[in-house]
C-alpha cells in the first residue's frame, strides 16, 4: 500500500526539472493544429481520434527535440509504445485526456501493462510511470490544460495540474475527492480488477 499525496510530492519531483519542456511539447502541439497549419475544412473531416492522433504525432516530434536538448532525457520506444524516460527515474507518456486523468482510447495489452504499472525489459523498473495529458477545451477546439496523471489500472490515483507562468512551470493537486478511507492505494492492477468483476 502507498501513501497517495507522498507517491505524488515523490513523482512530481522528479518531473519537476522537465516541467516546463513537457508542457510545451502538448501546448505547442494543440496550438500547431489548430493553428493555421491544418484550415477549418480539414479539421472538420476530423473524427475526435484522428485529432489525437495528429496532436500526439505532433508531440511525438517536439519531444524527441526535447530530448535532444535535455540532458537525461531519452526516448523509449517499446514495439510503437513510447514514453519520455528522465533519468531513469519517472517514464511519460502523452495523452487526450478526460477532466479526471483518463484516457479513452482503446488500449493494447502492453498499453494496459504501463498503466498497471507492471514491469518492461526495456524500462528501467525503479522508474515511476505516468501520463501527461492534455485536456481540449469545452468547444474541442483548444487547449483547456494540461496535466500530470499517475494510471493505476483503470483507475487515476492522482492528478497535478501544470501551469507554465512567464516560462517558470509549477503544479498544483487536481485530484478529485475521495471518500471513506481511501488515502493508502493497492497497486495490484489484476487484483483491483478482480474485485470490479466481482471476484
Same mark, same amino acid.
Given at each position: 500500500?502507498?501513501?497517495r499525496?507522498?507517491?505524488q510530492? @515523490?513523482a512530481?519531483?522528479?518531473?519537476?526539472p522537465?516541467?516546463?519542456?513537457?508542457h510545451?511539447?502538448?501546448?505547442?502541439?494543440? &496550438?500547431? *493544429?489548430f493553428?493555421?497549419a *491544418?484550415?477549418?475544412?480539414?479539421?472538420?473531416?476530423?473524427?475526435?481520434?484522428a485529432v +489525437?492522433n495528429?496532436?500526439y504525432s505532433?508531440?511525438e516530434?517536439?519531444? +524527441?527535440?526535447?530530448a535532444?536538448?535535455t540532458?537525461?532525457?531519452s526516448?523509449i $520506444?517499446?514495439?510503437?509504445?513510447?514514453?519520455?524516460? *528522465? @533519468?531513469d527515474?519517472?517514464?511519460?507518456?502523452?495523452k487526450?485526456?478526460?477532466?479526471n486523468g483518463?484516457h &479513452?482510447?482503446y488500449?493494447?495489452?502492453?498499453?494496459?501493462?504501463y498503466d498497471?504499472q507492471?514491469? =518492461?525489459p526495456?524500462? /528501467?523498473? /525503479?522508474?515511476?510511470?505516468?501520463?501527461v495529458? *492534455?485536456e481540449?477545451?469545452?468547444a474541442?477546439?483548444?487547449l483547456k490544460?494540461?496535466?500530470?496523471? @499517475? /494510471?493505476?489500472g483503470r483507475?487515476?490515483?492522482w492528478? +497535478?495540474q501544470?501551469?507554465? $507562468? +512567464?516560462g517558470v512551470?509549477?503544479w498544483e493537486?487536481t485530484?478529485?475527492?475521495? =471518500?471513506? &478511507?481511501?488515502?493508502a492505494i $493497492? =497497486?495490484?492492477?489484476? @487484483?483491483?480488477?478482480s474485485?470490479r468483476r466481482?471476484?
Amino acid at each position: 500500500m502507498l501513501d497517495r499525496e507522498e507517491d505524488q510530492n @515523490r513523482a512530481m519531483a522528479i518531473a519537476e526539472p522537465i516541467l516546463a519542456g513537457l508542457h510545451g511539447v502538448l501546448s505547442d502541439s494543440v &496550438s500547431f *493544429y489548430f493553428g493555421d497549419a *491544418y484550415t477549418a475544412a480539414a479539421r472538420a473531416d476530423h473524427t475526435v481520434r484522428a485529432v +489525437a492522433n495528429c496532436i500526439y504525432s505532433h508531440a511525438e516530434k517536439r519531444v +524527441a527535440t526535447l530530448a535532444e536538448a535535455t540532458e537525461g532525457l531519452s526516448i523509449i $520506444d517499446v514495439r510503437s509504445l513510447r514514453v519520455a524516460n *528522465y @533519468r531513469d527515474q519517472g517514464l511519460f507518456r502523452f495523452k487526450l485526456v478526460k477532466p479526471n486523468g483518463r484516457h &479513452s482510447n482503446y488500449q493494447t495489452k502492453q498499453q494496459r501493462n504501463y498503466d498497471d504499472q507492471k514491469s =518492461f525489459p526495456e524500462f /528501467p523498473e /525503479p522508474a515511476i510511470r505516468l501520463t501527461v495529458g *492534455y485536456e481540449l477545451d469545452e468547444a474541442g477546439a483548444g487547449l483547456k490544460g494540461i496535466m500530470i496523471a @499517475r /494510471p493505476i489500472g483503470r483507475s487515476v490515483l492522482w492528478t +497535478a495540474q501544470v501551469i507554465l $507562468d +512567464a516560462g517558470v512551470a509549477r503544479w498544483e493537486n487536481t485530484t478529485p475527492a475521495r =471518500f471513506g &478511507s481511501t488515502e493508502a492505494i $493497492d =497497486f495490484d492492477a489484476d @487484483r483491483v480488477r478482480s474485485r470490479r468483476r466481482g471476484g
